[in-house]
């Protein structure tokens, strides 16, 4: 038997060490936190992604009382984004989330399904994304989505 170490590299920021367009995009997407519809859950997640030539599209998490027919708000952005404009690639993908009155402390990291569709936006369009997760404590910054999903399935799986 042999082990295999996997390294994801992770930078932990302060909001005030961003750049402007970082700062707007985490600012957009806690604004689009206001927009989820959870009556459920009460877990709003806004996200908001910036695309290369410039446009920003917000989503956020929509919930129904049918579980799973609802979806988070990293889906809702990236879908959008990428039927609006299918040949602009993501560079970057904020996301935050708002719960019990207030913005969450540290970052939480996107769920499987949605860890799946930023891989497949990276692949779309042979482009990294950054990522950058919002907590009132720390910032959570990756380039490329491999630092999310390291033992990702994408197509060079299917072309085997």
């Given at each position: ?74 889906r809702t952005t ?45 692949q779309r369009f ?34 085997k």
């Amino acid at each position: 038997m042999k082990h295999l170490t996997i390294n994801c590299e992770i930078e932990v920021y302060k909001y005030d060490e961003l750049s402007d367009i970082e700062k707007e995009l985490i600012d957009r997407a806690k604004k689009a936190t206001e927009r989820s519809y959870t009556p459920y859950s009460k877990f709003n997640v806004g996200a908001a992604a910036l695309l290369e030539d410039g446009t920003i599209f917000e989503g956020n998490n929509q919930e129904n009382a049918a579980y799973p027919s609802g979806i988070c708000a990293e889906r809702t952005t990236l879908f959008y984004a990428n039927a609006s404009k299918p040949d602009k690639a993501v560079k970057t993908l904020a996301v935050a989330a708002f719960t019990n009155g207030e913005f969450i402390d540290d970052p939480i990291p996107p769920c499987g399904a949605c860890r799946q569709v930023m891989l497949e936006t990276e692949q779309r369009f042979n482009t990294k994304m950054r990522v950058l997760l919002y907590g009132r404590n720390n910032i959570y910054a990756m380039n490329g989505v491999e630092n999310l999903l390291p033992l990702s399935f994408g197509i060079e799986n299917l072309n085997k």
